[in-house]
């Protein structure tokens, strides 16, 4: 028996328009393919919000397991109304939740992480069935609750499935026509990308794209699967996530990232003595920040460091809080949120020489300035002025001729 994955994201099932937009490809695969087919939806766009909303007026602790219970109801609702239309349109179809799978997780509410998945009952029951349609984002914990998989988990959920079935490809139908060279509001130029590594969207993900839930690509990285990233809105192919071998042709750079949701924290004149940093950093972590870039720089004395650093936006005002207010010696603080994180990623750097050269010299000609850089293996991030962003994405998708 042969099964696909077809993963339906918020907007793919907007509403009932597009739930029967979305129910035709499935029929269609179906027939023409002859496979069964698992459908996973999210729930629809917007209702994962409004539940968030609705529980925070009551509570903010989401380790409340009833804050799972409250939100896995977005992804029951979709789940029955495509369903509904599949039968309609002479599909043998149900669905499942989560439970009804099972998918067993662990119990760490709002954050759960998928132990396992039976697939025997699957399998069963595509004897008398051809389409499952099952709700994405939830499991069932080992103490029988409901638990969730972290916001943007529907895509885990398929990834998984594709796992357990042993399906060997993993559609994910989104409003984007696939993963693109650069924001296309931003870049006109920007292309859509045939062809990328699971490190390279990872690294792309924690550089601001957010396409697909980074949890579902580590597991597809681990698992060998597949994924299709395209569009319920054309029959288009889209861009596929493969293994670095897969990919013939490694450009140097594949894609260019931007982030707005970071604000760097300067400390001026603190005393350069061993543990200093080390202090300063589990204290943030201790306060459960994250720190991302990291710049030190050391006086001409060699008396006093300073150091730059950027954490989330929404974190800023608390890391600078929690810094006045430790026993930690420095004589200045300041922070900046008008900041943004431009990132350049492709496999194709580890082999080359000059990517950040010319990344800087292009940044120079435009007359930005760069006021940290950070590096992974595949990956150059720059800090500059968020007023610069458009011009310093288009200068850079230019340089390494990303339109090509
Ligand atoms: N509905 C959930 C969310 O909005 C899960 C998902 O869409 O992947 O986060
Ligand atoms: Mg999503």
Redesign the pocket.
Same mark, same amino acid.
């Given at each position: 028996m042969s099964i696909t994955i077809m993963k339906f !994201?918020?907007t793919s099932v907007g509403n009932l328009d597009r739930i029967k937009k979305a129910a035709k490809i499935v029929k269609s695969k179906i027939l023409k393919e002859k496979q069964k087919i698992i459908v996973v939806v999210?729930?629809m766009s917007g209702?994962?919000?409004n539940l968030v909303k609705s529980f925070n007026k009551i509570s903010y602790d989401i380790d409340n397991p009833e804050y799972d219970v409250i939100l896995s109801t !977005?992804?029951q609702y979709s789940s029955g109304v495509m369903s509904t239309v599949l039968n309609s349109v002479g599909i043998r179809s149900r669905s499942l939740q989560g439970w009804q799978v099972p998918i067993l997780t662990d119990n760490n509410h709002s954050k759960a992480r998928i132990n396992s998945i039976n697939s025997e009952q699957i399998k069963k029951l595509f004897k008398s069935f051809d389409a499952l349609v099952v709700a994405?984002?939830q499991g069932i914990s080992r103490e029988n609750r409901i638990t969730t998989l972290g916001?943007?988990?529907?895509?885990t959920t398929a990834v998984a499935l594709a796992i357990a079935t042993k399906s060997n490809c993993c559609e994910i139908f989104t409003d984007v026509e696939g993963i693109f060279s650069s924001d296309p509001r931003i870049v006109k130029k920007a292309k859509k990308i045939k062809k990328i590594t699971y490190e390279e969207i990872l690294e792309m993900s924690s550089a601001g794209s957010k396409v697909l839930?980074p949890r579902s690509v580590e597991l597809a990285m681990k698992y060998g699967i597949k994924i299709h990233v395209r569009s319920s809105f054309t029959s288009k192919t889209g861009t596929m996530v493969v293994k670095e071998e897969k990919k013939l042709e490694k450009e140097i750079v594949t894609g260019i990232s931007s982030s707005d949701y970071e604000a760097n924290i300067s400390l001026k004149g603190i005393p350069d003595k061993p543990g200093i940093a080390g202090n300063i950093f589990s204290l943030l972590s201790r306060a459960n920040i994250n720190v991302d870039m990291i710049v030190q720089n050391i006086t001409d004395d060699g008396k006093y460091a300073s150091l730059t650093f950027t954490v989330p936006v929404e974190d800023c005002s608390r890391s600078v809080k929690v810094l006045k207010e430790s026993k930690i010696k420095f004589k200045q603080i300041k922070f900046d949120k008008n900041i943004c994180k431009v990132s350049i990623v492709g496999v194709g750097m580890k082999s080359n020489v000059g990517v950040a050269k010319t990344m800087f010299e292009t940044l120079a000609k435009k007359n930005i300035n760069i006021q940290v850089i950070s590096t992974s293996e595949i990956k150059i991030s720059v800090l500059i002025n968020s007023k610069e962003k458009k011009v310093a994405l288009n200068a850079l998708h230019n340089a390494y001729n990303l339109h090509r």
């Open positions: !994201g918020g999210s729930a209702v994962t919000n !977005g992804e994405g984002f916001r943007g988990g529907s895509d839930h």
